[in-house]
């Protein structure tokens, strides 16, 4: 008898995984941004979600990925939406038809991180090319290691145009190791070996706050004009990527770049200090290309729409 | 020592979170079950069914399809997952049924795992059923089918053991769901994936937590495995004897 009533039991939880297995919950209208790593890492997105999700009704999700990757998952029509920072290959998205509408909507600037001994000396550096000619010359050497992104992603793409400003091709030295890996894994990585890595300030600022003493690592050469890293929000071509969620997509873009948008950006702290800065409609003001003609365009879609483009 | 310092204390948070009934862990936890319980289900139904056809059946390239399946029991879970995102992608072959990025396509991954690692284990189940129980079964004149309930029901404890082994390797597989699921918060992130985006980020508590979850399903599984072996086998487990002949 009671193996009669285990089978039973056995079938009745089997008909439940089933039922569940059948059931999707009716929910309101996703959308996936594809997005580099240190809006994820760095809590930006989790911050703005529910601001966005209230306001449109809307539940935003995003893939986290280098913006190589989010690039070729977007070119794949496989995302809504893009967020991501590497200037010339967002550029080169638009240009093949991929996508309509590019801007500029934020940025914070990359720093080097290395041993608190700095054994290589980057703390004194004139300029961004030369602090990584010292770690090269350090590495060669033996006293350094450099610890690279290599995974395509935009800070792995500034990365090697420092290297190439420098003259130097780390590529298969003993001291530049290739992590594959996100920004954070990356700079754990680099604290284990006690060697160097680049970052965008938001994800080592999250990191050092979430693992405190524990990460031996410190901020060692930062400011100069080279490491400057805008975000830009890409548009999908509507026609090319018929499946895409474009209305809601388009409703990110703008909200992104409303004055309410731009203002949340700004107020996004972690550990007290402020992770991005808005600068939609003013890039030429902290040194980038001027974009006017996507500026008023948006502009006037915000119009459209009944939104406030931010005060400029 | 610093390392474990942090495991416990990991480990606390972790009971913390998930004794207040953390939503986000729950949501999480379902999901899991939900995929993993979903392709263990569909994969037990093919995997037993493949695997009992593979050892009463006789066919030319029997033995091929054997030495396939076997193989298939080793399929790397992120190759898996890579063919499956190149179909499903909205470029690919199979984009027209949207599945990318559901939990449904998280399903089907596990499935392809599932199913040969179900289907070997039952093959060699059936076939360690002796030789006289099958022809004396054969003798008694039964109908096909009748044979067929008589020997998976000798054969139960292999067939309940593959589905628990699939059950196992489907909830502990990251590569494949990663891919096809991409992790997306509320709707794809399972336990494993959400491990390895907190390891990534240093929360390394809230890992340790999900990580908990994880160990826990797995070990609730196997104890129900070896409390129905015990059940089926009419007492073989000491304790079950020893109550049943107890005093009423």
Request: aromatic share 8%.
């Amino acid at each position: 008898m009671e193996t009669k009533k285990l089978v039973l039991a056995a079938a009745a939880t089997m008909l439940v995984l089933l039922a569940a297995l059948a059931v999707t919950l009716p929910g309101r209208p996703r959308l996936v941004i594809a997005t580099t790593t240190s809006t994820v890492d760095s809590g930006l997105l989790d911050f703005l979600k529910p601001y966005f999700d209230d306001r449109f009704h809307a539940d935003i999700t995003w893939l986290y990925l280098g913006t190589g990757q989010a690039l070729a998952v977007a070119s794949r029509g496989d995302a809504d939406v893009l967020l991501v920072h590497d200037r010339a290959r967002e550029d080169a998205f638009v240009r093949s038809g991929n996508g309509t509408h590019r801007v500029t909507v934020m940025y914070n600037d990359f720093v080097v991180v290395g041993p608190e001994l700095d054994e290589a000396g980057v703390a004194d550096a004139p300029d961004a090319a030369d602090a990584f000619n010292r770690i090269a010359t350090a590495g060669e050497s033996g006293r350094s290691v450099f610890v690279s992104r290599g995974d395509g992603s935009g800070t792995n793409a500034l990365e090697l145009r420092i290297w190439s400003k420098a003259g130097v091709d780390p590529k298969e030295r003993a001291w530049y190791l290739e992590a594959g890996q996100g920004m954070a894994p990356t700079i754990r990585i680099a604290d284990e070996k006690l060697g160097y890595t680049v970052s965008d300030r938001a994800t080592w600022l999250k990191l050092k706050s979430e693992m405190e003493d524990s990460l031996r690592l410190a901020v060692l050469y930062e400011g100069a004009p080279d490491l400057m890293n805008p975000y830009g929000l890409i548009q999908l071509n509507q026609t090319r990527y018929p499946n895409t969620n474009w209305q809601l997509a388009e409703k990110f873009i703008l909200f992104m770049v409303s004055e309410e948008g731009q203002e949340l950006i700004a107020e996004f702290e972690v550990g007290g200090e402020q992770l991005f800065f808005p600068v939609f409609g003013r890039t030429e003001s902290v040194g980038l290309p001027p974009e006017a003609q996507e500026v008023q365009y948006w502009i006037q879609r915000l119009r459209d729409n009944n939104m406030n483009p931010p005060r400029l | 020592m610093p390392g474990w310092d942090e495991i416990l204390s990991g480990m606390v948070r972790g009971l913390q979170l998930i004794l207040s009934g953390d939503p986000g862990v729950i949501q999480i936890t379902l999901l899991s079950l939900r995929v993993s319980g979903g392709a263990t289900l569909l994969g037990a139904l093919v995997g037993i069914s493949l695997g009992a056809l593979l050892s009463l059946a006789d066919f030319r390239g029997r033995t091929f399809v054997v030495a396939l399946v076997n193989t298939m029991t080793g399929l790397p879970p992120v190759v898996v997952g890579l063919v499956l995102y190149l179909l499903l992608s909205s470029s690919g072959l199979l984009g027209f049924l949207k599945l990318l990025y559901t939990p449904e396509a998280m399903v089907v991954a596990q499935l392809i795992m599932v199913i040969p690692i179900v289907a070997s284990i039952t093959l060699s189940a059936i076939s360690s059923v002796d030789q006289e129980t099958k022809q004396a079964v054969r003798s008694l004149g039964a109908s096909p089918f009748r044979e067929l309930l008589i020997i998976l029901n000798e054969a139960r404890v292999g067939l309940l053991t593959s589905v628990v082994v699939g059950f196992g390797s489907a909830i502990s597989e990251v590569g494949a769901i990663m891919m096809v699921g991409g992790n997306l918060l509320g709707h794809t992130r399972a336990l494993t994936t959400a491990v390895v985006l907190l390891t990534n980020q240093g929360e390394f508590a809230q890992a340790i937590a999900l990580g908990m979850v994880l160990l826990a399903l797995g070990f609730s599984v196997n104890v129900l495995l070896m409390f129905l072996r015990g059940e089926l086998f009419s007492g073989t487990l000491p304790y079950l004897t020893a109550r049943r002949s107890g005093p009423k």
